[in-house]
């Protein structure tokens, strides 16, 4: 497993890291519950000290179709936490960024790359995107890409 | 001595600005649109002019006066425009961030 890896929770591996079940040990779930969608396995190992054999331990993770590095994997997931779906909506949200500003989307996407993956962190980014594209860009484009991506969180 | 305190001023005003025009431009690209871009347009155009005003200073007593009082009033009322364009975007941009 490369260190530059950067790993997301399934759906299934989600359901299992907020369940109370005995599907894996408790280093497997204390495992899980740090992959973030974010973290690199390189900083994972070093950061999660209380989990014992990382790097073999997301290795069965991932076997176990628990945790995944192809975002592809989590578009029906839902929208709980800062990895996973979050991951999936912040890109949804780029996506839309590079759509309407073109060649002027750099600082939003940069933006919108270091908020956390939650709705209310990533509500709290668009607005502030919106306010960002209004006075520097386009107003009109700055309500449309505030429509689109509130839509996409679900707000 | 007053010719030199003068010409110390002159100099000391256009590379000011000199550094504004440099500023205005290079900062165009950040700014290519929206609320602040439209009025970093005007404020750029007015920053050239200001430019080629100041530049024109050392050659001020070489202008008949007829001709040397309306280009100091148009530079006054420039300057006074250029304030009040720089106070509302900076009034526009807080109100836009704090709604």
Not at chain 1, 27 to 37: C, E, Q, S, T, Y
Not at chain 1, 53 to 81: F, M, P, R
Not at chain 1, 94 to 110: D, Q, W, Y
Not at chain 2, 16 to 35: N, Q, R
Request: proline share 3%; glycine share 6%.
């Amino acid at each position: 497993m490369h260190n530059d890896l950067i790993l997301f929770r399934t759906p299934k591996g989600e359901e299992i890291a907020h369940s109370h079940g005995h599907e894996i040990s408790s280093n497997h779930r204390r495992a899980l519950i740090a992959v973030d969608g974010k973290t690199s396995v390189g900083a994972l190992t070093k950061k999660v000290f209380w989990v014992s054999d990382v790097v073999g331990v997301l290795k069965e993770l991932y076997t176990l179709g628990l945790i995944h590095d192809d975002v592809k994997t989590i578009q029906d997931a839902t929208v709980t936490q800062s990895g996973g779906a979050g991951l999936l909506l912040k890109v949804q949200i780029i996506k839309i960024a590079k759509e309407l500003l073109g060649n002027n989307a750099e600082r939003i996407v940069k933006k919108i790359e270091d908020t956390e993956g939650t709705p209310e962190a990533l509500e709290a980014t668009i607005l502030s995107c919106k306010k960002l594209i209004k006075l520097t860009i386009n107003d009109d484009v700055a309500d449309a890409f505030l429509a689109r991506a509130l839509l996409i969180i679900g707000r | 001595m007053d010719f030199d305190v003068t010409m110390i001023i002159n100099a000391l005003a256009i590379l000011t600005m000199f550094y504004c025009l440099y500023l205005v431009l290079s900062l165009k690209s950040a700014i290519p649109g929206g609320m602040v871009g439209k009025r970093w347009n005007f404020l750029s155009v007015l920053v050239v002019l200001f430019t080629m005003g100041y530049l024109a200073t050392p050659f001020f007593d070489q202008i008949p006066p007829e001709v040397l009082q309306p280009v100091i009033s148009l530079i006054f009322l420039f300057g006074a425009i250029y304030v009040v364009v720089t106070v509302r975007l900076i009034f526009n941009i807080i109100r836009e961030l704090t709604e």
